[in-house]
């Protein structure tokens, strides 16, 4: 009884698994831009190797080697999207703008010349000018 229910839970992780590593895989062939693509690849990826890295452990039983797919499993759920989060971050300091809503970042980007957070368009203005 309990192989059998083992059997069915490990397919239907790795069914879901491979489901969402699909979908995945067609968001981003199918997403017009970069930030669309680096949101269905964190977030389905992540989901999809998370079921089949689950199916792996449970397959496996108790093992040592269990140990390292759950920690695998972890570093997945960490890395994921922290990679998508910095590929999204550089394209919006690279100035790619996105076609599918409006930049929520531009606020943050300073417009006044200055280049650093500390500066404002008053101290920036100062430099190099007559003090008078």
Do not use: K
């Not at 879901?16 to 895989?25: A, K, P, R």
């Not at 039983?61 to 499993?73: A, M, Q």
């Not at 809503?101 to 200055?114: I, R, V, W």
Request: proline share 4%; with cysteine; glycine share 8%.
């Amino acid at each position: 009884m309990i192989d059998q229910l083992q059997f069915w839970a490990v397919l239907l992780c790795l069914a879901f698994g491979l489901f969402f590593t699909f979908v995945s895989t067609v968001g981003v062939l199918r997403l017009p831009d970069v930030y669309s693509r680096a949101h269905t690849a964190s977030q389905t990826d992540t989901l999809g190797a998370g079921l089949s890295l689950a199916a792996v452990a449970l397959a496996l039983g108790w093992e040592s080697t269990t140990i390292y797919t759950v920690l695998l499993l972890f570093f997945v759920f960490l890395t994921n999207p922290t990679a998508a989060h910095a590929i999204a971050r550089s394209a919006a300091e690279s100035g790619i703008t996105p076609l599918t809503a409006e930049d929520e970042l531009e606020s943050e980007t300073p417009d006044d010349g200055a280049s650093a957070p500390g500066d404002t368009a008053v101290n920036a203005g100062e430099e190099g000018g007559d003090h008078a």
